[in-house]
Structures are given as structure tokens and as C-alpha cells.
């Protein structure tokens, strides 16, 4: 076993860091202005960052890419939510699924952070598990009519290209629609608990007409979805890691530099307990999410349930960490603003997107009880 | 043993809700709107709400005001959180401390809704427990100068009347200070996680001149903060049972009529499981609540102690009930405004303001151990 | 609302605790010694311990039963498990169902302490939820040859009599079956992790002949099953009132007279801190368990699903106070004999036996999230 | 990173199991007879577990040796307590401090497995951490005469070789003890709530004279009983990896095999939820522990906060997993001897051997905040 990130991982987080560090200059990015998703695209264009996953750089790997993703989920959790749709989840599809023609056509754009991807796929609630798809696809030629409507797209109303599921001739696709498509309507972002700097709305399709050459064409069956939805706890792992370690980094940071009763606060052991408490599950949620990223790549049919373990303890990890980093920093925590009270509200995202909380329960009940995490 | 409200109270908690109601008209009051407080405090002066605890009528008593404050705080925190700032905060210590002059210019106002009070404690913490206090009256004949800086004043720009701890002669006393007196600014509200609609802020006081007749006069030693505490302590518990009725109540229904995969959420154990742990925590909290406000009537000596402990319970309960209120609603509990979202905003203040969990239990542990709930 | 225990019921207590110290005298009764449970009745017989739920002396009510319940289980639980299921279980079947002619022949002397009862339930599991009986009894003119094997039964190798469940013509009734009938034989009692101070063992009958007179009759329903559940929730729910009582005082006093590093171990915040969440745990359990005795005979219907969320609750606390209390206590906690090592070996069998936490879930979540503990 | 045991560690884990099992043959290792210890220590000797730690063979370091000592505590927790702290804590002191002469004269025995050590360390409480060591030795020509008294002494009535901590001259010394000493007597084996099969007694010295070069010659400071605790904490990091293992396979197996209500228990959600629950703690402690052992080679300096961290977080998830493991199997679990009740009584011993959780707490809020696990 070997636990620590290579000297050219270690040097790819500080890039990341650097160059996003010089582009956000302190600057509140969790409020709803939408611009700067593309502004952070270009900056990430000039780092690894956006091609991890997609055209991996030797030397690198699922680890590097969560290690890279815990890096900018700490920085700024709305930027990196935007920025993982557009890379890891509309780029993944392209990368994965499509032909030789829509990888040329996209992928270079989307590696150098030119465009922002969008993928659309929830409709009545948050989860599809249960329920089938109403949007759909009908062949007229050479194009095709999309109609449908989906709830919380992300950067639904700033992305360039949307790639939205539904069915043709009764099996799922994926369908690539441009921004200002007509019949394409993104509906007003959505006012949120947490990452309302990311661009969050409906989107409607009204016979939205696209040439044939725009789609992922149809899936035997709905295991697409489950990929999809190993891809979106992909992202939450990462966004966990990010909101705990900024979380954790501010409170204990408030703690020593801030007094009460004449001492630091972290002097006080019921502050040190919790730090300490924090501490701990930091550092089981960051092993846990790499060894699943590992996991990923060596053994992708034990990483499933894998994943669905780790974005249980790891999601309540992240609504611990902060809840408690909240709490020390008591009256200032509270106001609107700070890495804590930020993590704070983005930490429950983590249990209710992607594979729910409840939902990972039942699917480790019904199918992962066999597996052994260590060989 | 008896554990069910009288027929008068019960009567009592239907007035104030019917009322309230019909001013509320399913209105978000949980927004930066500070007109709303005081049209409220009209409605409740026509109700028995205002009266408890200052003027209690008969037939009630603690616990009838602890179901009052549940009832009110379930429709929103935020006019809750003002009023019971205004009534029981100041309007206490007004009946607790104040002069018979004193008690005849403002109480009856008080109590029909007429004026909005606020009381100013805290200074460069939101907890004094360990700090002493800067604020000072100097006397200056008939007159006293008032000077300091208070954080975290809620009703802070919109109370008539501002109840303001400091130093006067080196004891601690409480500065009655009328809204518009030189001197006397407030900071622009906060923006904050929860409790939004309660305007919270900075006030600075910069040689305020007030009559010698408008100070309550000095104190023997620091007791009479602790009896604040003990009064926002109180108010903070009607507070976490009003949150997690709200919760409780919003996920049930929403899990009662919305379906997932051709059958209502409600039937899907891991809902079901959530919800009865909701409602044991919200069950025990109420009788762990009810029974401290009994005994602060009954044994107020013991009272303390009990109320540390209820506190820390109540509080740690309506975060979780709140939460896992959010994770039945999934995505539609994370759009800001519902039931659910805001109870989970305001949850997190319940630990840190009052007696904040942490010193709470420090407290629970230097004095209370010898102490036995049930005699 | 009231909740003081009347004088009444304090001197009751006073008299039941006296008593029994004086019959106890420091002895450790949990161990495989069987004789004392009937001992400790004959003492009982001289309270009015033994006729709560039985023939309730006028001015008790249930919840003077669960206050005594609490004090016996926190003087021995082993003694407690075996009186309690001698009497209000046994006993409870009698004075519910039993005939006039036998309520005469047997409850006088279960009043008195003079016979043992034992209650012949559970088959191939603890819980008899999803499995039906397979003990039958055949008549035969005016005798009944009563077949089939019990497993767990408390007092099974000592009881004087065994109500024994099984079926007649297709319905459930209740077989009283003397010891040393022919056909009917207890095993070795089970060497278990806690209560080893009650003879818990298999009981098998193979044509135990019976004189129709000692039938309970056909009960319509497997309903008697569910009151039988509830009569040993409420056991259950004494028996943790009485561990976290034990626990927690053995803890507390221990960290009062036990010095380390030159203080009393209570000076240590990490100490303290455990014993505040102990004593708030006890609290609101006994609150939670109060009331919910006090349900049970206002508003019977309510109390089935306040009484699986009580059970949930103060077993899982048991569970808790009494683990901390171990780790105060530290290495002299981990020998044998000690209240908080006896506490915590107990505390498991509350979530197995009567309904399990497991089923106690399920419960809540089908039927009770209509209900609200404090009209 | 790699999270992979190499095919050489897979094979030293498989020797000891098959080895350890034909040893065994099912038969329960959890009882007061202290002969097998040795018994188990002779077919270890034909293994490499001995000399991990000690002389570790070529291609085995710190993450062998704990994925060695989960297989061997998975199998019986007594015999591991044992053979640990003869080999790992007797045998480290030997290895780390002493001699060329004393490592000579024990050290190839010990890994041979022909003789069992143990160490004496902890004397008014099971902590040294906060009171100075009373036992001490004198000087007498070529002789030591050493008196004092020692509880908790695993291995006590039974050890060849006892490691005996006192001050020499003011500084703290250990003195190397025979069995058969004159004025050495052990205790009666305590009775205990675990690790029954593990002769746990008191220990005391009156006057026992050894040679000279029997003493690990005296220290400079405190640090060396730190060295001791971190060894002490990693036997019981193995120990809860065992605990957890044996309990999780043995409720899984159950759920399989049993069933209720016409279906195998496992298809009860609840029942999965819990599996679900245990799994996820199992492959997050072993994580946890396996990074910590790593780290104690490559930076031991960071390793020891790092090892408080894992000592709280794996000892209570212990205890959860075998609590769980024990409501699975319902009655059965709570019959003595089956692996989950093992477990269980075993489980809370992790908490208060080595550094107690509490004091872990204070230790990582004291010195390890700055610590962060990953690099």
C-alpha cells in the first residue's frame, strides 16, 4: 500500500491553486451572478484540471482527479459544481459515448475550457430511479423533435451545448441541443439553500429540432443511467472533501487567531474536541473517496457499491464538519458569506443529488453485502 | 402526573393561530421585509400571546406560554424571534427590574402590541459568558452619556425601545434608549443563514444622552445576565419545537401525496424510517421543553440546570429533524421559501445564541450533576 | 400539566427501596443463582410493589408503576426481569383474561409474592411478529394435551406456573401449565451477556395433560399477541429507566471520589461532558417513559405507537448511558459486578426483546406518523 | 496511491489463518483457561507473525503486520491480546531498548513463540498518563530489588517474562522480572466484561532481587511510556479491525441463512439498512488503520496524532458494529460464546485500554490541529 499523492500531483493541485487563487482574489462566488463559470472554465483551460477523465495526461489518475477536485470544491463549491457538469458529466458522455465525429467536434473546446456543458435528467423529482423518462425524441428525416421538461439543470441557463436523456423509439438517448435552439427554454434559477452561485433551473424542450448527428444514440438498456449517477457521486465526493476541508480550515483558524475569557478560543476543550472530531472525519472522508476513485479504475464492478458507501459517510461527514465549524465561529459563522456557513448550505445537496442518501442505503442492502473493501 | 394542555390553553394556541393566519395568508415573512414585525405585534395584542409571562392571566402559566411560543414559531421563526425579542426579552426585563414609573410608561404598550422592543448584550461575542463589558453610562447630572458597541442586536434599526447592558460605576446596569436619540445608530441588517426576516444588526452608541429615570438601575453583580441567558435560552427552545413542527409536519405531507415509482414516498421504509425518528425527536423535545417550563415555575432553583440540558437537546433535535425534513423533500426542499429549507437555515442559531451547546455543557458539567429531573 | 410524583407514590418507592436494601445487602444478584428471585417476591409481597396493574391500590395509576418499575430495575435488573414477568406479565394474562374462578385461584398469591409465573412465547425466533405458533394444545373431554418448544423464557426452570402460547382449534389461547406436569421440561438456562441473575431457558412440552379450567379461552385475533408486546415494552421500558439510574449515579459518584493527576476525574471537561449528556439522556427518558405510561391509561389507542418510539429512545439510551459509564469508570468499569459493567450487559436485550428496534421502526412508520404526543 | 496487499501479504494472512484454524477447530478461546495462550504462541512461531515488528522479513512493513493482526483477532480476541502483548509490547521493548545481550537472550525465542511475555505498566487507574509511577527499584551491588504494584496486567499469572515499569534513580526504568521471582505474585485472574480468555490480574513486587542486566536501562524522560501507549494503541487498532470482521461476517451469515416471516431476514430493510451501516464502518476503519500503520513508518512524527484519530474513530465503530451485529442475531446474539456477543464485551476495552478515548480527544485538540493526514 502507498497512501501519499505523487511529487506531479502535488504540483498539479498548486497550479490549480495558484492560478484560481490570482482569478477569484477573495471574491464571494456563491451569490447568483452567472458569468463566472465561463471565466473560470478559461483559467482551468490553462491547468490539467479540465482534462482529467477525458483525456487523462500520463502520470495521472482517478485519484489525481479527486485530489484535484477536493482542491477546487474548497475554493469556491458553486465554480466547481458548474465547472464538473461541463467537464466530468457532459464531457464524460461525449468522451464515453460518443462517435469519432462529436469527440473531435467537442471534447478540444471542453478540455481547453471554451464551453460550458449542461446535462439534463431529472424530471418529476430529483431521482429517476424509480421513474421512466417522459422526454422524447421523434425522427423527422435527418433531425429530430425533442420535447420534454427536466427540473434542477445545472448551468441550465448558461450552458452552450445541453445534453438531455430521454427516450427514442423506446430506449434511452442522449440528445446534444445548442444554447438558442427554438423550442429550448431554461426557466429562472432557482433561489437555493446552497450553491446559488451555480446556475440552477428547468428547462423545457418544445419540439426542439436537431440534426441526427447530435445524438448519443439510444442505450440497450437504463445502466446508462446508473453510470450517470456514479459520475454526479463522483462529483459530490469531491465537493464533500472541498466543503469540509475549507470548513475545517476556517474554524480552526478562527479558533487560534480569535480570543474569549482572555485565551484562544481553541483553548477551550469543548472547542478542541470538536476540532478534533472534524479533524478525524476529514481524514476518514478523504481516504474513503480516494480509495473509491482507486477502486474505480482497478476494479470498476466492486466500485458501485464502493461509491455508494463513500457518499454516505462522506455527505454526512460534510454536514457534521460544517455544521460544527458553524458553530465555532458562533455569531460570525452565522453571517451570510464564509467558508462555513457556504459549506453549511451546500452540504446537504450531497445527500439529496445524485444517488440519495436513503436510495445508496437500500442499493448497498440489495446488492453490496458481499463485497470486502480490501481484497 | 398530568401531561395534557387545559381546554383554556388550548383555546388560547387556536386564537393565536386562527389570527395569525388570517394575517399571514401563506405569506414568506422569512425575508429582509422589517416592516412585518410590527404588524404582527398588532395581531398578537389582541390575542393572550403578549401578556404571558409579563401580565400571565389566569389560568396560565409557563408552559402555557412554551405551547404559545411553539405555535407562533412553527408559522415563522423570523416574527417569532422579534416578537419574543420584544416581549419577553425586553418586556421582562422591564416587569422583572423595572421602577413602578417605568412599569406604567411601558408595559401596557408592550403587551398590546403597540411598541416594538429590542435588547442590546453582546459585544465582540455573540456570548459575554467569558468577557466583560465595555458599554458605559457616565452620569452627567439628570442625565446619563452612553457609549459602546453592540453585535448581533436583533429588532436592532426597527425597536421603539432599545434595552442596552453596560457599566454604570463599574456595575452592571440596563440602559432603556428610545430609537432616534443621538448618537444611536444601527448597522445595515445582516444577511444571515437562517432567521432572515428578524432584522439583525451592529448598534453603536456614541454618547448617548438619556434621563437618569430611563436606566434600570445598577446590580449587585453579574446574575442578571445569566438571567437573560436564561429568558433567550427559553426563547430559543419555543423556537427549536416550533422549527421541527413545521419540518415534521411538511415532510409528512409531503411524503403522504407525492409518489416515486407508482407509489407515495411515505410507503418507501427509509422515508418512513426518517419520519419516526422526526417524530420521537419532536415528541421528546416537547415534553423536555414543557417540563423545564414547569419547573422554572415550580422549582426555579433547579430550573437551570434542566434548562442547560433541554437546550442542548431541543437544538441538536430540530437540526436533525430539519435536515432530514430537506432530504424527504430532495430537490424540491432545497429551493429556498419551503417549510423545510428555512427550519433547516434557522436551526443551526438554536446552538450558538443563548447559551451556546458548548458552554451549556461545560455549565452542565461545573454545576449540575447532583441534580435529579424527576424528584 | 404536572409532573411531580405524588407523596404517595414517593413513600411507596421509599418503602420498596428500603425493604429490598435491607434484603439485598450489597449482594451482586446477577449471577446464575435462581433461588432469590423467589426471595425478593416474598419481600415485594410486603409493598404494594406486587399489586400495581394487578388490583392498583387506590391513588396509583401507571405511572406509580413505571416510577417503582425504575427503582427495582436500578437495585437489581435480573431480580426485576424475573418479578416483572411474574407479574405483570403472568400476572397481567390472569387479571386481564382469566376466568373469575381463576383469577380467585391465582391472583391473590402472585399479589403476595408466594408463586412464580413465566410467559411461554417466542418459538423459533425472539420475535413472533411474522411467525405463527406452532405449539397446539388437543383437546381430549376434559383435558388438553398442549405440544411444542419455547425458546428465551424467562423463569422458565424456576416459575411455579407458565402461561404458554399456542393454538386451540386454529386460535390463539393461553395454556396455564404447572411445573412438574408431565411432558414438560426447561433446559439448562442459557449462560447470556446480561441478566444472568434470571433463569432464561428453552421449555419444551411434549402432551402436557391440562385440565380444561386452566385454559385461558380462544382469543379472537392475534391481537393478544400485540398486548402481550406492549406489556413487555413497558418492562423493557422500566428495566432502562433503572440501568441508566444505576449507570449513571455509579459514574458520577466514582468520578466525585476518584482522584487522577492530582484532581477528581470529575474535574476533567471530557468527564464531565459525559456525565451532562448522561444525565440528559436519563431525563428525557424517564420523561419519555412517564408519559407514555400515563398514555396507556388516558388514551390506550395513542399509546401502542408512543410506546415503540419511547422504547426505541430509551433503550438506545440505556445503551449509551451505561457504555459511558464504563469508560469512566475505565479499567475498574471492565471487571465484572460493577453497576455500570452489570448496566451495559443488560442494556442490549432492551432493542431485542418485546418489539425489537428493528420492528419498532417498521411499526412507527406504518401506522403512528398520524399521531401527536401532546394534543 | 495503491490500496493493495501484495500477493506475499495475502499469503502470510492465509498461513496464519489455516494454521490458526486447524488449531482451533471451532472451539471457543473465550474462557478462563490460560493455557492456550502458549498453545497458540508455539503454531504462530511456525508462521511469520512473530517476527513482524521485531525482525520483519524482507517485502513486510506496518501494513502487513495490521492486516495481520485483524485476521488473527477476527479469531479469537483473547489469544490475540495475548500473543500481542508479549510479542509486540514485551518483544518491542526488548527489540527497541534493549541490550545486544538481552535481544540474544530473548528476543529469538519470543519470535519462535517458546516464551510469553508481558508488561507492566499501569498502577492506581489503567492510565499512567496523569500520575507518576510509585513501584521503583533499588540498588543493591550487582542486584535490583524492586517493589510495587501494578493492576491490569495482561498475561500476568502467566508470563515467562514480565517488563516492569518504575523509577530507578528518579528515572523511569524497566525492569525485566522471571516468573517464580521470590516476592513476585500475581493476582486471580479478574473476571472481566471481554477478553475473558486473556489472564488479566494485579501484579505486585516485594523486594524481588534481579541481576543488573535485567534492567532496560533508565530514560530520559516520560516519552518512552508514550512509545508504549502508541504501541498499545496499535494492538488495539488490530483488535477492533478483528471485532468488526468476525461480527460483520457473522450477522451477514445469519441474515443469509435465517429467516422470518416465509422470507431470509436480510430482506427486511431494516435489517439491510444495518448490514449496510456495518459494512461501511468496517471498510472505513480499516482504511483508517492501515494508513495510520503506514504512516508510523514512513513519518512517525505525524503518526501519533494520527493514531489517536484512528484509535477513537475504529474502537467506536467497533462497538457499533458489534452492537448491531448482536439486534441481527436478536436472541441467538445474546446467548453467550457466538462471535457478535464476543465482540461486543470486547469492544468497549478498546475505549479504555491504551490512550482512553477522552484522552485522545484532549491529546488531538492539544498538539495534532495542524495536522493534516494527506500531504
Same mark, same amino acid.
Given at each position: 500500500?502507498?497512501?501519499?499523492?505523487?511529487? $506531479?500531483?502535488?504540483?498539479?493541485?498548486?497550479?490549480?491553486?495558484?492560478?484560481?487563487?490570482?482569478? $477569484?482574489?477573495?471574491?464571494?462566488?456563491?451569490?447568483?451572478?452567472?458569468?463566472?463559470?465561463?471565466?473560470?472554465?478559461?483559467?482551468?483551460?490553462?491547468?490539467?484540471?479540465?482534462?482529467?477523465?477525458?483525456?487523462t495526461p500520463e502520470g495521472f489518475g482517478g485519484v489525481s482527479l479527486m485530489g484535484a477536485?477536493?482542491?477546487?470544491?474548497?475554493?469556491?463549491?458553486?465554480?466547481?459544481?458548474? /465547472?464538473?457538469?461541463?467537464?466530468?458529466?457532459?464531457?464524460?458522455? /461525449?468522451?464515453?459515448?460518443?462517435?469519432?465525429?462529436?469527440?473531435?467536434?467537442?471534447?478540444?473546446?471542453?478540455?481547453?475550457?471554451?464551453?460550458?456543458?449542461?446535462?439534463?435528467?431529472?424530471?418529476?423529482?430529483?431521482?429517476?430511479?424509480?421513474?421512466?423518462?417522459?422526454?422524447?425524441?421523434?425522427?423527422?428525416?435527418?433531425?429530430?423533435?425533442?420535447?420534454?421538461?427536466?427540473?434542477? /439543470?445545472?448551468?441550465?441557463?448558461?450552458?452552450?451545448?445541453?445534453?438531455?436523456?430521454?427516450?427514442?423509439?423506446?430506449?434511452?438517448?442522449?440528445?446534444?441541443?445548442?444554447?438558442?435552439?427554438?423550442?429550448?427554454?431554461?426557466?429562472?434559477?432557482?433561489?437555493?439553500?446552497?450553491?446559488?452561485? $451555480?446556475?440552477?433551473?428547468?428547462?423545457?424542450?418544445?419540439?426542439?429540432?436537431?440534426?441526427?448527428?447530435?445524438?448519443?444514440?439510444?442505450?440497450?438498456?437504463?445502466?446508462?443511467?446508473?453510470?450517470?449517477?456514479?459520475?454526479?457521486?463522483?462529483?459530490?465526493?469531491?465537493?464533500?472533501?472541498?466543503?469540509?476541508?475549507?470548513?475545517?480550515?476556517?474554524?480552526?483558524?478562527?479558533?487560534?487567531?480569535?480570543?474569549?475569557?482572555g485565551k484562544p478560543i481553541i483553548a477551550y476543550q469543548e472547542v478542541a474536541f470538536k476540532?478534533?472530531?472534524?479533524?478525524?472525519?476529514?481524514?476518514?472522508?478523504?481516504?474513503?473517496?480516494?480509495?473509491?476513485?482507486?477502486?474505480?479504475?482497478?476494479?470498476?464492478?466492486?466500485?458501485?457499491?464502493?461509491?455508494?458507501?463513500?457518499?454516505?459517510?462522506?455527505?454526512?461527514?460534510?454536514?457534521?464538519?460544517?455544521?460544527?465549524?458553524?458553530?465555532?465561529? $458562533?455569531?460570525?459563522?452565522?453571517?451570510?458569506?464564509?467558508?462555513?456557513?457556504?459549506?453549511?448550505?451546500?452540504?446537504?445537496?450531497?445527500?439529496?443529488?445524485?444517488?440519495?442518501?436513503?436510495?445508496?442505503?437500500?442499493?448497498?442492502?440489495?446488492?453490496?453485502?458481499?463485497?470486502?473493501?480490501?481484497?
Amino acid at each position: 500500500m502507498n497512501f501519499d499523492f505523487s511529487l $506531479a500531483e502535488q504540483a498539479m493541485f498548486k497550479d490549480i491553486l495558484d492560478k484560481m487563487n490570482a482569478f $477569484a482574489q477573495g471574491k464571494n462566488f456563491e451569490t447568483q451572478d452567472f458569468s463566472r463559470a465561463k471565466d473560470a472554465l478559461a483559467i482551468l483551460g490553462k491547468t490539467q484540471y479540465l482534462k482529467l477523465g477525458l483525456d487523462t495526461p500520463e502520470g495521472f489518475g482517478g485519484v489525481s482527479l479527486m485530489g484535484a477536485m477536493e482542491t477546487l470544491a474548497a475554493l469556491s463549491p458553486s465554480l466547481y459544481l458548474s /465547472v464538473e457538469m461541463s467537464t466530468r458529466l457532459f464531457g464524460g458522455i /461525449v468522451a464515453t459515448w460518443g462517435s469519432s465525429a462529436q469527440k473531435e467536434k467537442w471534447l478540444p473546446s471542453l478540455m481547453k475550457g471554451q464551453i460550458l456543458g449542461a446535462v439534463a435528467l431529472s424530471e418529476d423529482s430529483m431521482n429517476v430511479d424509480y421513474d421512466p423518462l417522459k422526454t422524447s425524441g421523434i425522427q423527422d428525416g435527418e433531425y429530430l423533435n425533442i420535447s420534454g421538461d427536466k427540473t434542477y /439543470v445545472i448551468n441550465g441557463p448558461v450552458a452552450d451545448l445541453l445534453a438531455v436523456a430521454g427516450l427514442l423509439n423506446g430506449r434511452i438517448a442522449l440528445f446534444i441541443i445548442e444554447q438558442g435552439t427554438v423550442g429550448l427554454a431554461a426557466g429562472q434559477p432557482f433561489s437555493t439553500l446552497g450553491y446559488e452561485g $451555480a446556475a440552477i433551473s428547468r428547462v423545457s424542450l418544445n419540439n426542439c429540432r436537431i440534426p441526427v448527428d447530435q445524438v448519443i444514440v439510444p442505450f440497450e438498456d437504463r445502466s446508462v443511467l446508473d453510470t450517470l449517477r456514479l459520475w454526479e457521486n463522483q462529483i459530490i465526493l469531491g465537493a464533500s472533501l472541498g466543503l469540509m476541508k475549507a470548513a475545517y480550515e476556517s474554524a480552526r483558524d478562527y479558533a487560534k487567531t480569535h480570543r474569549s475569557g482572555g485565551k484562544p478560543i481553541i483553548a477551550y476543550q469543548e472547542v478542541a474536541f470538536k476540532l478534533s472530531e472534524m479533524l478525524t472525519l476529514l481524514q476518514t472522508s478523504q481516504l474513503f473517496a480516494y480509495r473509491t476513485a482507486w477502486t474505480l479504475e482497478t476494479s470498476p464492478k466492486a466500485a458501485e457499491s464502493l461509491m455508494w458507501c463513500a457518499k454516505v459517510f462522506c455527505t454526512e461527514a460534510a454536514e457534521k464538519v460544517s455544521g460544527y465549524s458553524l458553530q465555532i465561529l $458562533a455569531g460570525s459563522g452565522f453571517i451570510s458569506g464564509n467558508p462555513s456557513e457556504i459549506a453549511y448550505r451546500c452540504a446537504k445537496y450531497g445527500q439529496i443529488a445524485g444517488t440519495s442518501t436513503e436510495i445508496s442505503r437500500v442499493k448497498i442492502g440489495d446488492s453490496a453485502l458481499g463485497y470486502r473493501l480490501i481484497a
